[in-house]
């Protein structure tokens, strides 16, 4: 029963597991706690939402993105985009402090960048990363 | 590796709550998603942990407003529906409410009538509507012999009734009494 979810059952249909789906409830559980007054408690059902929630605020904030990058016939999309869907999508509350991360992000990127030597920017995972130094 | 003064450096930490692949896969579920820069995949696990943070926040005040000590699945869709983006996107993907496999002992409970006696001299109107139990051949309502309340003509006289009465609801609108004019 733990799996059930009433309307969101039809989603586990679609073949997709549930581990490739949500985050992980351990992850989303701790998070939760870290918000909520000590003494507070919070129902399995409740959990099993918020994961529910949060996959789909990734999902939509992600297809707001990618469809402005289709739009402006960019493949790749950016933490720029992101930022837009954000704002576009009513979270503008989140925009001054995800800006400072993408600052700072960035700052680091650029350090760790320097520091290995590398040139290639935009990355998407390490793999890529190693293949591209095989090809030098 | 990022170290810990980098990290902390600003008070903003680049640390994420959230496994990175996890993120990606579920970005990645729409297929229209091609690439995604690692920036994005940072922005997008870190905005996320915000909305959760704020979601829980959110929940916990409903809980707090209702007195309860656990937060559920009820508080959540409170949250949900008080803060309009949140709503547009997020409302209609909350489990319906009032599931009938898992009884919340926290709300009220199912307004059926309770079996306790009738008055002496009634019966109670959903008696009316189920067969003669062979058992209690006084709750049947063919056995003229037994006291009886003129209830019992009523359905004699409607025969059609047992049919219309299959709902909680219209029984308890049946029970209800007829409004008075007190003029």
Known sequence: ???????????????????????????????MKQILPQNAKISKEAKETMQECVSEFISFVTSEASEKC??????????????????????????????????????????????ANHQERGINNPQERDELCKLR | ?????????????????????????????DKDIKRVSSEALFLVSRSTELFLQFLAEKSANVAIEKKRKTVNLEHV??????????????????PPPSQPAKPDKSTQPVARPKHDAPPPGTRRIDQFFRKPDPQ????????????????????????????LVQSPEILAQAQSPVPVDES
């Not at chain 1, 309307?7 to 701790?30: F, H, Y």
């Not at chain 1, 950016?78 to 954000?86: E, K, M, Q, S």
Request: aromatic letters at 6%.
């Open chain 1, 1 to 31: 029963m733990e799996d059930s979810l009433g309307g969101s059952s039809s989603k586990d249909n679609c073949g997709i597991k549930e581990q490739d789906r949500l985050l992980p409830i351990a992850n989303v559980s701790r998070l």
């Open chain 1, 70 to 115: 289709r739009k402006e016939r960019r493949k790749t999309v950016n933490g720029d985009d992101i930022c837009w869907a954000l704002a576009t999508l009513g979270f503008d509350d989140y925009a001054a402090p995800i800006r400072r991360y993408l600052h700072r992000y960035r700052e680091i990127e650029v350090d760790h960048n320097n520091k």
């Open chain 2, 1 to 29: 590796m990022v170290s810990m003064a980098e990290e902390e450096e600003n008070g903003v930490s680049i640390q994420l709550e959230f496994p990175k692949g996890r993120v990606k896969k579920i970005m990645t579920l």
């Open chain 2, 77 to 94: 869709r409170m949250a949900v529906k008080r803060h309009q983006p949140t709503r547009d996107f997020l409302l209609d993907e909350l």
């Open chain 2, 136 to 163: 209690n051949p006084a709750e049947s309502p063919e056995n003229p012999g037994q006291a009886q309340s003129p209830e019992i003509s009523a359905q004699a006289q409607y025969p059609d009734i047992p049919a």
